[in-house]
């Protein structure tokens, strides 16, 4: 694979050599040079390397695979949460149905086609067509409301502040209450332990609201990144975290 590798980077700088010696460029790749380099030919040579070396190498890269078809598929990890869900692998055909995931360790079940496939030398950054969650790239990524539980804050001010800091005020306040740390908040008669209830009532609306918010704002966070063309782990991240504090909070409402 080493030598296949520096053949072709040889083959890549011989063309670009001949084409630099005998002034025949490539008519696109020489017009970007030349209007970046803002008209000076010699500038424009040293940028004609770099971008002309760029197209080649999609090219040998398609022409590999093209020819890997034959005997290869393209696959990539179907799940959302994976970090190399987009990733396109080119696997031979028998190890279909068994090879694995580098990024999560489960097995690759996702075809892509070879359009697809050839899509992402030509666009990199941008994700295969027949991803099963296309439609997120339509989705809206301005929040559908003006409260912060609608996503109209970041998901870290979501996630950290309104969860997080807001159900930790909700805690002490309880447990000021509970251990009449404050002449105020007297716990030791019914208006003591009734304000206890209310506070009880107060975080379970507020934890509601927040984890709210904290699902809206990932999905905006996660529709802009798709279209940045980058990954969205925290988005995933948070909701998970979420859904862990719901259940750890309903087991521990359980009576033992």
């Known amino acids: 694979m080493k030598n296949t590798s520096e053949d072709i980077d040889k083959k890549i700088a011989s063309i ?9 460029y490539d008519d696109s790749c020489w ?10 030919e010699q500038k424009a040579k040293v940028l004609y390397i770099d971008l002309r070396t760029k197209d080649l190498e999609k090219e040998k890269q ?7 078809s034959k005997t290869h ?8 949460f994976c970090v190399d869900t987009y990733k396109i692998l080119s ?12 990024g999560c360790g489960n097995v690759l079940d996702y075809k ?7 899509d992402t030398i030509e666009n990199p950054r941008s994700k295969p067509i027949s991803h099963s969650k296309e439609s997120i790239k339509n989705q809206s990524i301005k929040p559908d409301g003006k409260y912060f539980f609608n996503g109209t804050k970041s998901l870290a001010i979501s996630f950290w502040g309104y969860l997080l800091g807001g159900n930790f005020i909700f805690k002490i306040l309880i447990f000021l209450v509970a251990s009449n740390n404050s002449d105020f908040f007297d716990a ?38 798709i279209k940045e063309g980058l ?7 948070a909701k998970i975290t979420c859904i862990v504090l719901v259940i750890s909070s309903i087991g521990q409402s359980i009576p033992k």
């Open 62 to 68: 398609k022409e590999k695979l093209i020819e890997d």
């Open 16 to 24: 670009i050599r001949k084409e630099l010696k005998s002034e025949n």
């Open 112 to 118: 892509v086609s070879e359009k697809d496939a050839l």
């Open 188 to 225: 030791s008669n019914n208006g003591g332990v009734g304000f206890i209830y209310l506070l009880i009532f107060l975080n379970i609306i507020w934890s509601i609201l927040a984890i709210m918010g904290v699902f809206n704002s990932a999905n905006i966070y996660k529709a802009k990144k």
């Open 31 to 40: 017009l970007k040079a030349f209007s970046k380099a803002g008209g000076d």
């Open 91 to 102: 696997i031979p055909k028998n190890l279909i149905g068994s090879q694995k995931c580098q």
């Open 231 to 237: 990954k969205y782990p925290w988005a995933t991240t």
């Open 73 to 80: 598929s393209y696959m990539r990890c179907g799940r959302s």
